[in-house]
């Protein structure tokens, strides 16, 4: 498996697991193409701090069951914006507002994109736009 397709499982996993804790607006960026510090990001929401911690602890949670320990974990205390390094990987979640000013997805929209949501029975659904 090579390191791009090894970084899209994770990047996967890992906005799966966001989903599942329930943040909304769940995307994963294949930047592989456009830098060289990473191969994917995923972007989530929150509704609270409460709820960013929470989203990014679940995330935590999910790469360590992946056998994946994050490089650094910065701004859980504020739970603004949390960004959870993998290397590989980086996870951003936001508070929505906070996601509207920086606007990820449009920085990097060159990068194609692949958008997660849950079903009525939990699983979740890919699709390709908002």
């Known amino acids: 498996m090579t390191r791009t397709q090894e970084a899209t499982d994770t990047a996967r996993a890992l906005a799966e697991a966001a989903v599942d804790r329930k943040a909304e607006r769940v995307v994963a960026l294949d930047v592989s193409e456009l830098t060289s510090f990473t191969d994917a990001f995923v972007i989530a929401s ?3 701090d409460r709820h960013v911690r929470a989203v990014a602890d679940a995330v935590v949670e999910r790469a ?9 974990v910065e701004g859980l205390e504020g739970g603004q914006w949390v960004l959870i390094d993998l ?6 979640v936001f508070q929505g507002e906070t996601r509207d000013h920086y606007d990820l997805e ?17 699983a979740v659904q890919r699709r390709s736009a908002p």
């Open 106 to 122: 449009r920085l990097w929209a060159d990068a194609p994109a692949t958008w997660f949501e849950a079903t009525p029975g939990g």
């Open 64 to 72: 360590a069951a992946l056998g994946r320990q994050p490089l650094g």
């Open 46 to 48: 929150g509704t609270s």
């Open 87 to 92: 290397d590989d990987v980086v996870i951003h």
